[in-house]
């Protein structure tokens, strides 16, 4: 039982501390786990960092979920996430209800407009990024055009174009790999 | 159904589907949104404002936020444990057959095709909100897709001082050093202030 609460205190603290997402957790993690607890050791760490990357879901969900396993099975991955998110839900809590006891004010919508812009650029900034790591040759540049373009004129789901370029990626690579 | 049971269900498809980290959940929170009406577009770029400048990961502080504005408390906790639970469970079975999932050729070839394709979503939302922000045309009324629902949300085209805005912050981002490496937080309170100033909303 001591170790579940240190886990969630932890990861608790981690959340708190990771300004800016998954990216920003890694080293934070690293000092925590690896150093001064020596729950995991580093290799393990950027194994299940990777792997978090790659499977669906919140980057830093997915690493407190594995390191959590490792140490106290399954109840030790459910409560090194639910230490992750208790801070947000707290602190965006208090912080959208007092938001929207003050979005009346023009001050507020003057600058929450100007906030928009700034959205804009970050999303722009983001996809750019992203566009270097996942853009490596010609298919995956059709597929991003494919589903950017999809996206903005269809009506549907972006599960479905989730699903479609998943099996496009095992096909594509099936195709390459028979060419040869 | 309910509210809340909705709520959990449209958050847990967004956990299941959305690959690659926080800002990955923007298309499937901009299609809830579309969906249920529960909030707009706008609505939810102030989410993500918020989301960017509060501790702790944006994708769970996102889906806080829109649970908090569609059933308050209750919803903030659902949203967020909706969203958490394909992920607890995925990787609950992936760390029981870790060497396996790591050298699976099936799984590298699938993340081929994934990962652009989520850059392919969250371009697709960016191209959305320019043309809402900055062009003054409101691309998202709660019904439809963006080809049959433009209208022009106000007088003006295009917003001059949005796009000067943005231009201002691209630079500032991508180019000048060491400012570029700045917390996104510093230019959300800086783009605060030019909204203030220069009265954004025009009101």
Known sequence: MKILWELFWTFAKMGVMTFGGGYAMLPILQREVVESKRWVTEEEIMDYYAIGQCTPGIIAVNTATFIGQKIRGISGGIVATLGLVFPSVVIISVLAGLITNFSHLVWVQNAFAGIQVCVCVLIFNAVMKLLKKSVVDKRTAAIFAVVLVGSVFLRISPAWFVIAAAVAGIILKNLEVKGK | ?203
């Not at chain 2, 707009?40 to 400048?53: F, G, I």
Request: aromatic share 12%; net charge positive; proline share 4%.
């Open chain 2, 1 to 203: 159904m309910s509210v809340y049971l909705r709520l959990y269900w449209e958050f847990f498809k967004t956990g299941l589907f959305a690959v690659g980290g926080g800002m990955a959940t923007l298309p499937f929170l901009k299609d809830i949104g579309q969906s249920t009406g529960w909030y707009t577009y706008t609505d939810l770029m102030n989410m993500l404002a918020v989301s960017e400048s509060t501790p702790g990961p944006i994708g769970i502080n996102m889906a806080t936020y829109v649970g908090f504005t569609v059933g308050g408390i209750p919803g903030a906790v659902i949203a967020t444990l909706g969203e958490v639970t394909p992920s607890i469970i995925v990787i609950l079975i992936v760390a029981m057959m870790l060497k396996k999932f790591r050298d699976n050729r099936y799984v590298n070839m699938a993340f081929y095709g994934l990962r652009p394709a989520s850059t392919g979503l969250i371009g697709a939302a960016c191209v959305a909100v320019v043309l809402e922000v900055m062009i003054g045309i409101k691309v998202l009324a709660a019904d439809g897709a963006l080809v049959n629902t433009f209208q022009l949300a106000g007088e003006a085209l295009i917003k001059w001082p949005g796009v000067l805005l943005a231009a201002v912050l691209l630079v500032l981002t991508n180019v000048v050093k060491p400012v570029k490496d700045w917390h996104p937080i510093v230019f959300i309170a800086f783009s605060a202030v030019v909204g203030i100033v220069f009265r954004f909303a025009g009101v």
